[in-house]
């Protein structure tokens, strides 16, 4: 029965074998203290593991194969980083293993201590075709298992959406604010110009802004211009004038404008094109500063989002575009959605990856609590939960299951999940 190498990585750590009169193949008596700790890069795979072979006490890394043969087929035989394997675990014993030294290294064998049904479970999950691999069992996991897998999974989620934020600081020289307005800028372009709007914040930093943000039209000129949108010539006296401006505002800085064709309008709605959302952008920098400072001192999230509170004025309350009207006067915010997704993806990350950076437990507490305040993501992965049954109230149970489907499901990580742990056992 073929199954893979990781069903006996899952075995060993849970110690999922019969344990009576351990032995290993050359009849040494074996008894397991630790199993020692699951490692997931270069390497044995488990390390720092207490194990007694006859009489002496060993302590060092475990390797696992489903072969013994696998060691030489995995070039370890060459590889010194090995030499230090106190044993070696495998479902079929077929070749006899040496150190370097000479020394034998000790194998244990499991292939008749692991039960045919855990094997047969994995494997009915490993192999099953629907997009959810437990969808038939799951209706068999207790609510609690699922739930405290959830909390676990969100927190998972948020260390792994800050790692850029980490990425960023050590580029800038953790100038907090920076960073956040290239997140921020990011976000504002949605997934279908989220590439194009960070590039507008790279090549337009926040200082330039800054110097000119007590002037909306002066923070405008200086945002669509470098976003490419005054490259051409207009008709209409408004933007005519934030070309002008904006000519002489980058000769100043020295900036050069971006490809306008790098925007995408197509198959949007006209509130959210790209014109419309850096007309907010520029709205949001001329009536902030030092957001994310604010972002540190706001305890509440209704009081923070009184910055995103934004609407559009002049010139935009008649156009989706340069010189193309709209057919009435309509103001334009953002919407809930928008910010809903700046909380979930620019204002809760930088508060946790704050929090773990000062050692803070506040923050953290408070990016996982605003999250429990945002509403939940609509979407197809979460619409396949609720109708197995998962409760989705909010963005914290959201993220979880997003992150659940794409890094557990999608990959058939299903012996790493506490949802597969409990089908399995």
Known sequence: MLFPESLLHYVWKFRLFDHNSLKSTNSETIEIEHPGYHNRHAGPDFSEARIRIAETLWVGQVEIHLSSSDWVRHGHNQDGAYDNVILHVVFNHDYELYRNDGSLIPTLELK???????IRRSLMLLNSPERIPCATHFKDVPELTVQMWLERLVVERLEMKTEAISRELAQNKNHWESAFYVFLAKNFGTAVNAEPFEHLARTLPLGVLAKHKDSLFQTEALLMGQAGFLE????????????????????????????????????????????????????????????????????????????????????????????????????????????????????VPFLFIYGHIMQSDEFCDRALLWLEKTGAEENGVVKMWQELGVKVENAHQSQALLHLKKHYCDQKHCLDCSIGNKILR
Do not use: C
């Not at 008749?112 to 855990?118: A, G």
């Not at 709205?283 to 902030?288: E, G, K, M, P, R």
């Not at 994310?292 to 305890?299: A, C, I, P, V």
């Not at 999230?301 to 009435?328: A, N």
């Open 112 to 118: 008749s201590r692991i039960s045919q049904d855990i």
């Open 232 to 347: 051409e010539e207009f008709e209409d006296e408004y933007p005519q004038k934030l070309k002008s401006e904006y000519y002489f505002l980058s000769r100043k800085f020295g900036l050069n404008p971006m490809n306008v064709s790098s925007w995408k309008f197509g198959k949007m709605r006209p509130a959210a094109f790209p014109t419309i959302r850096i007309a907010l952008f520029a709205q949001l920098i001329h009536n902030s500063s030092h957001l994310f400072s604010k972002l540190l001192e706001t305890e509440d999230l209704p009081d923070f989002k009184k910055h995103f509170d934004l609407k559009v004025s002049g010139y935009w309350l008649e156009h989706y575009r340069f010189g193309d009207d709209s057919q009435k006067r309509q103001q334009k915010s953002l919407g809930d959605s928008t910010f809903h997704n700046i909380v979930i993806n620019t204002l």
